[in-house]
Nanobody, 115 residues
Framework: QVQLVESGGGLVQAGGSLRLSCAASRIIFRIDAMGWYRQAPGKQRELVAAITSDGSTNYPDSVKGRFTISRDNAKNTVYLQMNSLKPEDTGVYYC?????????WGQGTQVTVSS
């Protein structure tokens, strides 16, 4: 089992940056994949970034070139650096971990981008 705790959300103006952190309760290099989803009001949850145990990353076109996912195995933490933020990036950002066929989720952190 994995517990995930996110931090780093907040209010930022368009064009600004935020860095989200996701601290895991166990050694992350044993986790198959970790990443971030977001959910805007009235919309489905969507993937924004993922990183596998071998370091491969994946981003949708909507954030490619602006968001960067990384991890620090020594701290069991995954980060999401978000630059050039847009109002449409607003939403609740959830950290997830996929391990042994199961998905684990954090409680979410709010990101609000004002225009």
């Amino acid at each position: 089992q994995v517990q995930l705790v996110e931090s780093g959300g907040g209010l930022v103006q368009a064009g600004g940056s935020l860095r989200l952190s996701c601290a895991a309760s166990r050694i992350i290099f044993r986790i198959d994949a970790m990443g971030w989803y977001r959910q805007a009001p009235g919309k489905q949850r969507e993937l924004v970034a993922a990183i596998t145990s071998d370091g491969s990353t994946n981003y949708p076109d909507s954030v490619k070139g602006r968001f960067t996912i990384s991890r620090d195995n020594a701290k069991n933490t995954v980060y999401l650096q978000m630059n050039s933020l847009k109002p449409e990036d607003t939403g609740v950002y959830y950290c997830y971990a996929h391990m042994d066929g199961l998905d684990y989720w954090g409680q979410g952190t709010q990101v609000t981008v004002s225009s």
